[in-house]
């Protein structure tokens, strides 16, 4: 079983920078591919990035390209996500997910961390 908590989410001006962080239980974090995903209010879940197990291969929707990066420390169990020049189309809740498999199916859940981006 793996347990992911998010943190960093928070009220920021556009333009502005926030880094989220996922914490993982468990002792196979390393070997997940791991995603962040985000929902807006009255729109769908969307993923944001995805990265391998070993860090070296990432994935991110076109909308954050340029702006976002995603990361992960196998050694602290955690994955990050530094969100630079926010919009505010970016406000959402943010969860991070892990892809225990490595065939697109996230199995553990976070609870989400709330990020809004103001005028």
């Known amino acids: 079983q793996v347990q992911l908590v998010e943190s960093g989410g928070g009220l920021v001006h556009a333009g502005g920078s926030l880094r989220l962080s996922c914490a993982a239980s468990g002792r196979t974090f390393s070997s997940y591919v791991m995603g962040w995903f985000r929902q807006a209010p009255g729109k769908e879940r969307e993923s944001v990035a995805f990265?391998?197990?070993?860090?070296?291969?990432?994935w991110y929707r076109d909308s954050v390209k340029g702006r976002f990066t995603i990361s992960k420390d196998n050694a602290k169990n955690t994955m990050f996500l530094e969100m630079n020049s926010l919009k505010l189309e970016d406000t959402a809740v943010y969860y991070c997910?892990?892809?225990?498999?490595?065939?697109?199916?996230?199995?553990?859940w976070g609870q989400g961390t709330q990020v809004t981006v103001s005028s």
């Open positions: 990265i391998n197990w070993s860090g070296k291969s990432t």
């Open positions: 997910a892990a892809d225990p498999r490595g065939n697109g199916t996230y199995t553990y």
